[in-house]
């Protein structure tokens, strides 16, 4: 379970950083006054999440798809189902990212080019925010790098602010490391350790270490340049939910990290039974050859195919569907042994009819698209991709966006994301 420390009232004798000049003026706060007499509004917590364009590291890393999902989405999503804040917003100086912010359903403060700086803290972008939002009385300053957190932990602190009066909270992590002193080149003491008598794991509380996830602090607190202080309280996440991007610098185990202990939306995951696929541009890459007696050619990958029998061995059973005329004698050829459908004007008519064939609800039901025509069904069924060079519209519609293009490893790389789904389902369902 987490566990929560409350942090005796105390002051805070170092800055984490200090407000920038040339800020605009700041605006006069609204009354807190509600309607009567001694009725007063709750204060408004805003979560922010700071993401700026220039990242050195990784180039626009704050929407590189961690788990076909901008890194950024993980933690909005956390943010918004928690229900803990009256907004949330993006804090950005880059176009993209503030796409990205909108499709989530943020809302996006552009901040101005002196808080974008390599130099700039994230406390001069803090102070930036405030000043041109005067309803916000606390923040939640919530790391875009952090994609396993979850609503819950942004539930309980959003209680320690408002109920049980802490002015700041921040998220730490619990670590059994002993840390030594470097004196000199090759000389050092024990810091935390006697090492005559080193404890056992079992027998030592272990330390506590920022985590980077969130920073919570009330108006009056930031505005005199803290972020941490006044009555303060930490609150400790779990080890597997404290995955730190600017730390992980291995991508693709961040992945595996997300994809077993993230947080993926209200409802929970039910076992795939059906994937339905678009033919052209997922199975293959929309390329159509005509030989000279006008026979219709076309290609696949043989990872893709892979892919589909991976799926049928574990019991989910693979459908092909097109809106195109495409050669049933073609696509046989191939031999993926796939009940299919072409010439659909339809496609969501056609995947309801197998659903109600199959016995399924639609949160047994996946599906591939990669066409304005597959919109309607992505955002239908349980689990949803598109190929990375699906249109905008299939991948503003989807949860799961590949990395592979549509006939280049797109089904494989889906399927497997699947399978490593149901795993985590499966599990769920033995605790």
Same mark, same amino acid.
């Given at each position: 379970?987490?566990?929560?420390?409350?942090?005796?009232?105390?002051?805070?004798?170092?800055?984490?950083?200090?407000?920038?000049?040339?800020?605009?003026? #700041?605006?006069?706060?609204?009354?807190?006054?509600?309607?009567?007499?001694?009725?007063?509004?709750?204060?408004?917590?805003?979560?922010?999440?700071?993401?700026?364009? *220039?990242?050195?590291?990784?180039?626009?890393?704050?929407?590189?798809?961690?788990?076909?999902?901008?890194?950024?989405?993980?933690?909005?999503?956390?943010?918004?189902?928690?229900?803990?804040?009256?907004?949330?917003?993006? /804090?950005? @100086?880059?176009?993209?990212?503030?796409?990205?912010? #909108?499709?989530?359903?943020? +809302?996006?403060?552009?901040?101005?080019?002196?808080?974008?700086?390599?130099? !700039?803290?994230?406390?001069?972008?803090?102070?930036?925010?405030?000043?041109?939002?005067?309803?916000?009385?606390?923040?939640?300053?919530?790391?875009?790098? !952090?994609?396993?957190?979850?609503?819950?932990?942004?539930?309980?602190?959003?209680?320690?602010?408002?109920?049980?009066?802490?002015?700041?909270?921040?998220?730490?992590?619990?670590?059994? +490391?002993?840390?030594?002193?470097?004196?000199?080149?090759?000389?050092?003491?024990?810091?935390?350790?006697?090492?005559? %008598?080193?404890?056992?794991?079992?027998?030592? @509380?272990?330390?506590?270490?920022?985590?980077?996830?969130?920073?919570?602090?009330?108006?009056?607190?930031?505005?005199?340049?803290?972020?941490?202080? *006044? %009555?303060?309280?930490?609150?400790?996440?779990?080890?597997?939910?404290?995955?730190?991007?600017?730390?992980?610098?291995?991508?693709?185990?961040?992945?595996?990290?997300?994809?077993?202990?993230?947080?993926?939306?209200?409802? %929970?995951?039910?076992? $795939?039974?059906?994937?339905?696929?678009? $033919?052209?541009?997922?199975?293959?890459?929309?390329?159509?050859?005509? !030989?000279?007696?006008?026979?219709?050619?076309?290609?696949?990958?043989? #990872?893709?195919?892979?892919?589909? /029998?991976?799926?049928?061995? /574990?019991? $989910?059973?693979?459908?092909?569907?097109?809106?195109?005329?495409? !050669?049933?004698?073609?696509?046989?050829?191939?031999?993926? @042994?796939?009940?299919?459908?072409?010439?659909?004007?339809?496609?969501?008519?056609?995947?309801?009819?197998?659903?109600?064939?199959?016995?399924?609800?639609?949160?047994?039901?996946?599906?591939? *698209?990669?066409?304005?025509?597959?919109?309607?069904?992505?955002?239908?069924? *349980?689990?949803?991709?598109?190929?990375?060079?699906?249109?905008?519209?299939?991948?503003?519609?989807?949860?799961?966006?590949? %990395?592979?293009?549509?006939?280049?490893?797109? $089904?494989?790389?889906?399927?497997?994301?699947?399978?490593?789904?149901?795993?985590?389902?499966?599990?769920?369902?033995?605790?």
């Amino acid at each position: 379970m987490d566990s929560v420390e409350k942090g005796a009232a105390t002051s805070v004798s170092n800055p984490r950083g200090r407000p920038s000049r040339g800020r605009p003026p #700041k605006l006069q706060r609204n009354s807190r006054g509600g309607q009567g007499r001694g009725v007063e509004k709750p204060p408004h917590l805003a979560a922010l999440i700071l993401a700026r364009g *220039g990242s050195k590291g990784i180039p626009l890393k704050n929407i590189k798809h961690l788990a076909g999902v901008p890194l950024i989405g993980w933690v909005l999503r956390a943010a918004l189902d928690s229900g803990a804040f009256q907004s949330v917003w993006v /804090s950005t @100086d880059h176009d993209e990212i503030e796409n990205v912010a #909108k499709q989530f359903g943020a +809302q996006v403060h552009r901040r101005s080019s002196e808080v974008s700086k390599d130099s !700039s803290t994230s406390l001069d972008a803090i102070i930036e925010f405030l000043n041109y939002h005067n309803e916000v009385d606390i923040v939640g300053n919530i790391q875009a790098t !952090s994609p396993c957190l979850h609503p819950t932990d942004l539930q309980k602190v959003a209680e320690m602010i408002r109920e049980e009066g802490y002015d700041s909270v921040f998220s730490v992590v619990r670590r059994h +490391q002993f840390r030594w002193s470097e004196i000199q080149k090759g000389v050092t003491e024990p810091l935390n350790l006697n090492p005559a %008598k080193r404890p056992r794991r079992q027998d030592w @509380d272990g330390e506590l270490y920022e985590n980077g996830s969130f920073y919570f602090a009330k108006r009056h607190l930031i505005e005199m340049g803290y972020l941490q202080g *006044g %009555k303060m309280a930490y609150y400790e996440m779990r080890a597997e939910h404290s995955v730190d991007i600017d730390v992980d610098i291995d991508w693709p185990i961040a992945e595996q990290r997300v994809l077993r202990y993230g947080y993926f939306g209200k409802e %929970k995951l039910k076992e $795939i039974k059906l994937l339905v696929c678009n $033919i052209d541009g997922c199975l293959t890459n929309g390329h159509i050859y005509v !030989s000279g007696d006008q026979k219709e050619i076309i290609s696949y990958d043989v #990872k893709d195919a892979i892919g589909i /029998s991976l799926l049928k061995k /574990s019991g $989910i059973e693979v459908r092909l569907i097109s809106e195109r005329a495409c !050669s049933k004698q073609t696509l046989s050829s191939l031999k993926l @042994d796939c009940k299919m459908e072409v010439s659909v004007s339809d496609k969501l008519a056609v995947v309801d009819e197998w659903r109600k064939e199959m016995g399924l609800c639609w949160k047994e039901v996946a599906y591939l *698209g990669n066409e304005v025509s597959d919109e309607e069904c992505l955002k239908r069924v *349980g689990l949803s991709g598109a190929p990375a060079d699906a249109c905008s519209t299939a991948q503003k519609a989807v949860g799961y966006i590949c %990395k592979c293009n549509g006939g280049r490893g797109a $089904i494989r790389e889906f399927a497997e994301h699947i399978c490593l789904l149901m795993e985590k389902v499966n599990n769920s369902c033995q605790k």
